[in-house]
T-cell receptor
Framework: RKEVEQDPGPFNVPEGATVAFNCTYSNSASQSFFWYRQDCRKEPKLLMSVYSSGNEDGRFTAQLNRASQYISLLIRDSKLSDSATYLCVVNLMDSSYKLIFGSGTRLLVRP | GAVVSQHPSWVICKSGTSVKIECRSLDFQATTMFWYRQFPKQSLMLMATSNEGSKATYEQGVEKDKFLINHASLTLSTLTVTSAHPEDSSFYIC????????????FGPGTRLTVL
Protein backbone atom coordinates (compact mmCIF):
# COMPACT_ATOMS: atom_id res chain seq x y z
CA ARG A 1 0.00 0.00 0.00
CA LYS A 2 1.29 3.44 -0.91
CA GLU A 3 1.96 5.83 1.95
CA VAL A 4 -0.11 8.55 0.31
CA GLU A 5 -2.79 7.63 -2.20
CA GLN A 6 -4.63 9.86 -4.64
CA ASP A 7 -6.96 9.36 -7.55
CA PRO A 8 -4.75 10.15 -10.58
CA GLY A 9 -7.64 11.61 -12.58
CA PRO A 10 -7.68 13.45 -14.86
CA PHE A 11 -10.61 15.51 -13.72
CA ASN A 12 -11.92 17.39 -16.75
CA VAL A 13 -14.27 20.18 -15.69
CA PRO A 14 -15.70 23.37 -17.24
CA GLU A 15 -14.73 26.80 -16.03
CA GLY A 16 -16.71 27.78 -12.97
CA ALA A 17 -17.20 24.23 -11.76
CA THR A 18 -16.50 23.02 -8.26
CA VAL A 19 -14.15 20.07 -8.00
CA ALA A 20 -12.97 18.01 -5.04
CA PHE A 21 -9.86 15.88 -4.63
CA ASN A 22 -9.34 13.25 -2.00
CA CYS A 23 -6.26 11.73 -0.48
CA THR A 24 -5.59 9.04 2.11
CA TYR A 25 -2.43 8.42 4.08
CA SER A 26 -1.30 5.25 5.78
CA ASN A 27 0.90 6.45 8.64
CA SER A 28 -1.16 7.54 11.60
CA ALA A 29 1.91 9.31 13.02
CA SER A 30 1.78 11.90 10.21
CA GLN A 31 1.72 15.36 11.69
CA SER A 32 1.64 17.93 8.93
CA PHE A 33 -0.35 17.93 5.74
CA PHE A 34 -0.12 19.99 2.58
CA TRP A 35 -1.48 20.42 -0.89
CA TYR A 36 1.10 21.30 -3.52
CA ARG A 37 0.47 22.25 -7.10
CA GLN A 38 2.75 21.10 -9.90
CA ASP A 39 2.57 22.41 -13.44
CA CYS A 40 3.93 20.32 -16.30
CA ARG A 41 7.73 20.10 -16.20
CA LYS A 42 7.91 22.46 -13.24
CA GLU A 43 8.70 22.11 -9.57
CA PRO A 44 5.94 21.68 -6.97
CA LYS A 45 4.71 24.81 -5.27
CA LEU A 46 2.91 24.97 -1.97
CA LEU A 47 -0.79 25.66 -2.42
CA MET A 48 -1.83 25.45 1.20
CA SER A 49 -1.21 23.71 4.47
CA VAL A 50 -4.05 21.62 5.90
CA TYR A 51 -5.08 22.15 9.49
CA SER A 52 -7.18 19.93 11.72
CA SER A 53 -10.00 22.44 11.86
CA GLY A 54 -10.07 22.83 8.11
CA ASN A 55 -8.96 25.96 6.36
CA GLU A 56 -9.86 28.12 3.41
CA ASP A 57 -7.82 30.32 1.12
CA GLY A 58 -9.96 32.12 -1.40
CA ARG A 59 -11.51 29.54 -3.70
CA PHE A 60 -9.60 26.69 -2.08
CA THR A 61 -10.76 24.75 0.99
CA ALA A 62 -8.77 21.98 2.62
CA GLN A 63 -10.01 19.54 5.23
CA LEU A 64 -8.38 16.88 7.35
CA ASN A 65 -9.97 13.88 9.02
CA ARG A 66 -7.36 12.31 11.26
CA ALA A 67 -9.60 9.45 12.36
CA SER A 68 -10.07 8.35 8.75
CA GLN A 69 -6.59 9.50 7.68
CA TYR A 70 -8.20 11.44 4.88
CA ILE A 71 -7.44 14.83 3.36
CA SER A 72 -9.49 16.75 0.85
CA LEU A 73 -9.14 19.81 -1.37
CA LEU A 74 -12.13 21.66 -2.77
CA ILE A 75 -11.74 24.17 -5.58
CA ARG A 76 -14.68 26.46 -6.26
CA ASP A 77 -15.29 28.52 -9.39
CA SER A 78 -12.53 26.76 -11.32
CA LYS A 79 -10.34 28.88 -13.58
CA LEU A 80 -8.41 27.81 -16.65
CA SER A 81 -5.25 28.62 -14.71
CA ASP A 82 -6.15 25.99 -12.11
CA SER A 83 -5.22 23.28 -14.62
CA ALA A 84 -2.31 21.43 -13.02
CA THR A 85 -1.47 18.36 -10.98
CA TYR A 86 -2.35 18.59 -7.30
CA LEU A 87 -0.10 16.72 -4.92
CA CYS A 88 -1.17 15.57 -1.49
CA VAL A 89 1.81 15.66 0.87
CA VAL A 90 2.33 14.51 4.44
CA ASN A 91 5.14 15.07 6.88
CA LEU A 92 5.87 12.84 9.84
CA MET A 93 7.58 15.77 11.55
CA ASP A 94 10.07 13.33 12.99
CA SER A 95 13.77 14.10 13.01
CA SER A 96 14.01 13.47 9.27
CA TYR A 97 11.51 16.20 8.24
CA LYS A 98 10.78 14.15 5.15
CA LEU A 99 7.84 14.97 2.91
CA ILE A 100 5.92 12.04 1.47
CA PHE A 101 4.22 12.84 -1.83
CA GLY A 102 1.16 11.33 -3.38
CA SER A 103 1.36 10.67 -7.11
CA GLY A 104 -0.94 13.59 -7.80
CA THR A 105 -4.36 14.26 -9.26
CA ARG A 106 -4.47 15.94 -12.62
CA LEU A 107 -7.02 18.70 -13.19
CA LEU A 108 -8.00 20.03 -16.60
CA VAL A 109 -10.28 23.06 -16.66
CA ARG A 110 -11.82 23.67 -20.08
CA PRO A 111 -13.36 26.90 -21.43
CA GLY B 1 8.80 32.75 -0.09
CA ALA B 2 12.42 31.73 -0.12
CA VAL B 3 14.24 31.18 -3.41
CA VAL B 4 16.07 28.02 -4.37
CA SER B 5 17.94 27.77 -7.64
CA GLN B 6 19.24 24.77 -9.55
CA HIS B 7 21.82 24.52 -12.25
CA PRO B 8 21.75 23.32 -14.93
CA SER B 9 18.05 23.35 -15.77
CA TRP B 10 18.54 20.60 -18.31
CA VAL B 11 21.39 18.40 -19.48
CA ILE B 12 21.83 15.80 -22.19
CA CYS B 13 24.82 13.51 -21.91
CA LYS B 14 26.24 10.27 -23.19
CA SER B 15 26.02 7.07 -21.21
CA GLY B 16 28.94 6.75 -18.79
CA THR B 17 29.26 10.49 -18.20
CA SER B 18 29.08 11.97 -14.71
CA VAL B 19 26.76 14.91 -14.23
CA LYS B 20 26.81 17.43 -11.39
CA ILE B 21 23.69 19.33 -10.37
CA GLU B 22 23.89 22.34 -8.06
CA CYS B 23 21.21 23.47 -5.64
CA ARG B 24 21.49 26.88 -3.99
CA SER B 25 19.37 28.64 -1.40
CA LEU B 26 19.60 32.27 -2.46
CA ASP B 27 18.19 34.22 0.45
CA PHE B 28 18.43 31.93 3.46
CA GLN B 29 20.76 29.42 5.01
CA ALA B 30 19.72 25.81 4.71
CA THR B 31 21.30 23.30 7.02
CA THR B 32 19.21 20.62 5.36
CA MET B 33 18.41 20.16 1.70
CA PHE B 34 16.52 17.35 0.06
CA TRP B 35 17.04 15.69 -3.31
CA TYR B 36 14.12 14.18 -5.18
CA ARG B 37 13.69 12.34 -8.44
CA GLN B 38 10.53 12.27 -10.51
CA PHE B 39 9.90 9.94 -13.43
CA PRO B 40 7.16 10.80 -15.96
CA LYS B 41 3.65 10.56 -14.52
CA GLN B 42 5.00 9.48 -11.17
CA SER B 43 5.32 11.08 -7.78
CA LEU B 44 8.37 12.81 -6.40
CA MET B 45 10.54 10.27 -4.65
CA LEU B 46 12.97 11.39 -2.00
CA MET B 47 16.47 10.20 -2.80
CA ALA B 48 18.45 11.63 0.08
CA THR B 49 18.61 14.24 2.79
CA SER B 50 21.65 16.45 2.53
CA ASN B 51 23.07 17.80 5.78
CA GLU B 52 25.56 20.65 5.81
CA GLY B 53 28.94 19.52 7.00
CA SER B 54 28.05 15.85 7.29
CA LYS B 55 27.20 12.83 5.21
CA ALA B 56 23.92 12.64 3.40
CA THR B 57 21.21 10.23 4.50
CA TYR B 58 20.05 8.08 1.60
CA GLU B 59 16.64 6.49 1.19
CA GLN B 60 16.36 2.76 0.83
CA GLY B 61 17.24 1.60 -2.66
CA VAL B 62 19.27 4.69 -3.60
CA GLU B 63 22.90 3.91 -4.31
CA LYS B 64 25.08 6.34 -2.40
CA ASP B 65 28.11 5.57 -4.57
CA LYS B 66 26.19 6.41 -7.70
CA PHE B 67 24.47 9.55 -6.43
CA LEU B 68 27.13 11.55 -4.64
CA ILE B 69 25.88 14.37 -2.48
CA ASN B 70 28.00 17.17 -1.08
CA HIS B 71 26.69 19.93 1.18
CA ALA B 72 29.77 22.00 1.84
CA SER B 73 28.07 25.25 2.79
CA LEU B 74 24.76 26.48 4.16
CA THR B 75 23.66 27.65 0.73
CA LEU B 76 24.93 24.96 -1.63
CA SER B 77 24.34 21.27 -2.08
CA THR B 78 25.44 19.27 -5.11
CA LEU B 79 24.25 15.97 -6.53
CA THR B 80 26.59 14.11 -8.85
CA VAL B 81 25.17 11.29 -10.93
CA THR B 82 28.21 9.14 -11.60
CA SER B 83 28.49 7.05 -14.77
CA ALA B 84 24.98 7.96 -15.82
CA HIS B 85 22.93 5.48 -17.82
CA PRO B 86 19.67 5.92 -19.74
CA GLU B 87 17.65 4.63 -16.79
CA ASP B 88 18.95 7.59 -14.77
CA SER B 89 17.12 9.96 -17.11
CA SER B 90 14.68 11.81 -14.90
CA PHE B 91 13.66 15.14 -13.37
CA TYR B 92 15.85 15.88 -10.37
CA ILE B 93 14.55 18.44 -7.89
CA CYS B 94 16.10 19.81 -4.73
CA UNK B 95 14.41 21.55 -1.86
CA UNK B 96 15.48 23.44 1.22
CA UNK B 97 13.85 24.23 4.50
CA UNK B 98 11.12 22.14 6.04
CA UNK B 99 13.04 21.65 9.24
CA UNK B 100 12.37 22.79 12.78
CA UNK B 101 11.10 26.35 12.73
CA UNK B 102 10.85 26.33 8.98
CA UNK B 103 7.92 24.10 8.14
CA UNK B 104 7.67 24.75 4.42
CA UNK B 105 10.06 23.23 1.93
CA UNK B 106 11.01 25.44 -1.00
CA PHE B 107 11.75 23.68 -4.23
CA GLY B 108 14.28 24.45 -6.89
CA PRO B 109 13.08 24.58 -10.51
CA GLY B 110 14.45 21.12 -11.23
CA THR B 111 17.02 19.66 -13.59
CA ARG B 112 15.94 17.49 -16.46
CA LEU B 113 18.58 14.87 -17.18
CA THR B 114 18.55 12.88 -20.40
CA VAL B 115 21.17 10.18 -20.82
CA LEU B 116 21.61 8.90 -24.35
Amino acid sequence: RKEVEQDPGPFNVPEGATVAFNCTYSNSASQSFFWYRQDCRKEPKLLMSVYSSGNEDGRFTAQLNRASQYISLLIRDSKLSDSATYLCVVNLMDSSYKLIFGSGTRLLVRP
Amino acid sequence: GAVVSQHPSWVICKSGTSVKIECRSLDFQATTMFWYRQFPKQSLMLMATSNEGSKATYEQGVEKDKFLINHASLTLSTLTVTSAHPEDSSFYICSAGGTSGFNEQFFGPGTRLTVL
